[in-house]
């Protein structure tokens, strides 16, 4: 495969070889190449044929992404008075709310799983290099 869409179908053999494990003659992981590279299309492909492919690719089982899904599920929001009396102009302001069990949301523990990264990328790489050019001050 030639270009970004053939790297993502390689990344995606590549997933499934960690996951599932490869083995010599294994008709599944090219099954699911050729369903991947079918669905995704080529550049000329425009995204509602796109997510048409993808809609007969996965069948029942399909769900329209929604970007604000998970950040819905765990936070909420009300409003408030902020006008203080007087000649003040009236008005509101939005308050951002935690829902119940938000620790529990996909939103939540995808933003401490960033973190985690982050910290991880931070110590464990960043360091060890910026260690290695003896650099001391900056």
Known sequence: ???????????????????RGRSVDDDARSSLL?????????????KTQR?????ALIGAE???YDEDAWF????????ADTS???DTVPGTQTLWVWKDNYRESHWFKFQEAVKAHQAY??????RPIYAM????TW
């Not at 590279?37 to 425009?46: R, V």
């Not at 997510?51 to 809609?55: A, L, M, Q």
Request: with cysteine.
């Open 1 to 19: 495969m030639v270009g970004i869409i053939g790297l993502r179908i390689d990344a995606a053999g590549c997933l499934f070889d960690l996951y």
């Open 34 to 46: 050729a369903d991947l590279g079918n669905a995704i299309g080529d550049s000329t492909t425009t």
């Open 51 to 55: 997510v048409g492919n993808y809609r």
């Open 62 to 64: 399909f769900t329209k």
């Open 72 to 79: 819905k599920e765990a936070v909420g929001f009300t409003t």
């Open 84 to 86: 203080i009396g007087g």
């Open 121 to 126: 990328v931070l110590t464990s790489i960043v």
């Open 133 to 136: 050019m003896e650099q001391t």
